[in-house]
Each structure stands twice: as structure tokens, then as C-alpha cells.
């Protein structure tokens, strides 16, 4: 195998991915709960929903003492704030 080849994954194995706005804050999400090994959910979770505002939701959590599994609670969080808002818009939950 080429020395070069291994050198050139290793080279592009640092680089960036992200391509798309909604990854990108996903993956900040994810750094602002101490949950980058969830990284993917958050990333789809901002591709559906409203990516600024789960990231404010986010960073709320992130700054409550309190909360010692920040990104089960989050999870918990948006999914009631979705419910509530399908409630309130006549829509159901996909859930259901």
C-alpha cells in the first residue's frame, strides 16, 4: 500500500464535512449538551425542526446546574414543546 495514500486519508480525515447549515448547528447542539456521541440525532433533529431555536433550547440546558444528563432532558424538552405545538396548530404527532 502507498505511504502516500495512508497520508492523504489521515489528511482528510481532519477535515470539516459540514456542508449544510442545519449540520453545523446539530453539531454545535451537540457540543453544547456534552453529547457528540448523539451528534447524528441532533443533526437531524435541526435538519426537521427549527434549528436556532433547538440550539437556544440547548444551550438553556447546557447552563442548568442542575441537569445531570443534559441531552436525555433536551430530548425530553423539545419532544413536549413539538407536542405542544402540533396541539396548538391542529396538527398530530407523528408519534401517535
Do not use: C
Not at 453529547?35 to 437556544?56: C, F, M, N, Q, S
Not at 447552563?63 to 432532558?73: I, W
Amino acid at each position: 500500500m502507498d505511504p502516500n495514500y495512508l497520508e492523504e486519508l489521515r489528511r482528510r480525515a481532519k477535515e470539516s464535512r459540514i456542508y449544510k447549515k442545519h449540520q453545523l448547528l446539530g453539531l454545535e447542539i451537540a457540543q453544547a449538551l456534552g453529547d457528540e456521541k448523539h451528534k447524528t440525532l441532533y443533526i437531524k433533529l435541526a435538519k426537521e425542526g427549527d434549528p436556532e431555536r433547538l440550539l437556544v433550547l440547548a444551550k438553556r440546558i447546557a447552563d442548568n446546574g442542575m441537569v445531570k444528563n443534559k441531552g436525555a432532558y433536551f430530548m425530553k424538552v423539545q419532544a413536549e414543546e413539538r407536542k405542544q405545538h402540533n396541539k396548538s396548530n391542529g396538527k398530530r404527532s407523528s408519534n401517535n
